[in-house]
């Protein structure tokens, strides 16, 4: 059972930046893997950024290229999304996904783990 545990959500003045953490409880992190997704009210949950475990390639939404960097650390279990240049429409809770696969990692259901969220709210 993987258990996922976001945090460093906040409220932040547009144009800030933001790091959310997802520390994850589960033997062999590095063959998870991790990805970012985020739900604002009233809308469906969508893709922001993603990071395969067998390549590295790190995959964003078009809306947030520039502006957010997915990493992990392996020792940690942690994987992390630097968000700057923070706009108001970035407003949502954000969630952690993990998952063993490596192909379409920017699709919902691909995904097996899901943490709880963090809120971010970005005013204006």
């Known amino acids: 059972q993987v258990q996922l545990v976001e945090s460093g959500g906040g409220l932040v003045q547009a144009g800030g930046s933001l790091r959310l953490s997802c520390a994850a409880s589960?033997?062999?992190?590095?063959?998870?893997?991790m990805g970012w997704f985020r739900q604002a009210p009233g809308k469906e949950r969508e893709f922001v950024a993603a990071i395969s475990w067998s390549t590295g390639i790190e995959y964003y939404a078009d809306s947030v290229k520039g502006r957010f960097t997915i990493s992990r650390d392996n020792a940690k279990n942690t994987v992390y999304l630097q968000m700057n240049s923070l706009k108001p429409e970035d407003t949502a809770v954000y969630y952690c996904a993990a998952d063993q696969g490596s192909w379409y990692l920017d699709r919902l259901y691909e995904y097996e783990y899901w943490g709880q969220g963090t809120q971010v709210t970005v005013s204006s």
């Open positions: 589960v033997s062999l992190f590095s063959r998870y893997s």
